[in-house]
């Protein structure tokens, strides 16, 4: 990986390979969202090589993140020690949707989940009912908003908002780089500012 495409999106010399760099989100998004989860305990999912876990651990009280890959969750590891913030962080391996994983974790009060989009080609078409996400981003939130009203979701950019009709109230968050509409994150109970559509824009 060239190190100045990661310096540059992260912010240091991180550990990234193709896959992970394309899948972690921006340093100048990851602080805007973080910081709606000032002081709370937060369960993150999906790690990724952890440069929202880097985000979120320099403002939470502790965060608890889940990662089915073990080689992408060693990135993250790798991260988070070069960011100072191991201590801060634990983690957790496996299949966020499997019923038994997060049993007995410490008590968390919002939730961060960044599901991997799966762009598999050309003419992948994004769902978000019935997602093609990877944990399917329907069912993530709904399983995660049993645990806590305070969750916020990234999805892409390509999403048909009239799929997201029936969630309970949230704030539907466009994040723009200059013009380049790169992101959607919805907010849910008091991680919301609004229950509207807002727009958050890195000026370039
Ligand atoms: C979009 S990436 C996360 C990027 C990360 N937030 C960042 O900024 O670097 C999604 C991650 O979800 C992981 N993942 C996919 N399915 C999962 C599951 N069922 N449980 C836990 N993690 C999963 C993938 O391995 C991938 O690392």
């Known amino acids: 990986m060239n190190p100045n495409a990661i310096r540059e999106k992260f912010g240091d010399d991180y550990a990234a390979d193709d896959r992970t760099f394309h899948m972690g989100i921006d340093q100048r998004f990851t602080t805007h969202i973080a910081a709606r989860f000032r002081g709370r305990s937060v369960l993150e999912t999906c790690t990724g090589a952890g440069f929202t876990t880097i985000a979120l651990a320099r403002v939470a009280s502790r965060v608890t993140t889940v990662e089915i890959d073990p080689y992408h969750q060693s990135q993250a590891k790798k991260n988070l020690q070069k960011a100072g913030l191991s201590e801060s962080v634990t983690f957790i391996s496996g299949d966020v949707l499997d019923p038994g994983l997060l049993a007995g974790l410490t008590p968390f009060d919002a939730a961060f989940l960044d599901p991997d989009w799966a762009i598999t080609g050309p003419d992948h078409v994004y769902r978000f ?75 370039i």
């Open 129 to 203: 009912v019935h997602s093609n996400t990877q944990p399917p981003a329907d069912a993530l939130l709904e399983r995660i908003l049993e645990l806590t009203d305070n969750v916020a979701i990234v999805l892409p950019p390509l999403l048909d908002t009239k799929e997201l009709a029936g969630l309970p109230p949230n704030e539907r968050q466009k994040l723009f780089l200059g013009e380049s509409h790169e992101l959607y994150c919805l907010y849910f109970g008091e991680l919301a500012v609004s229950f509207d559509e807002t727009i958050f824009r890195v000026l």
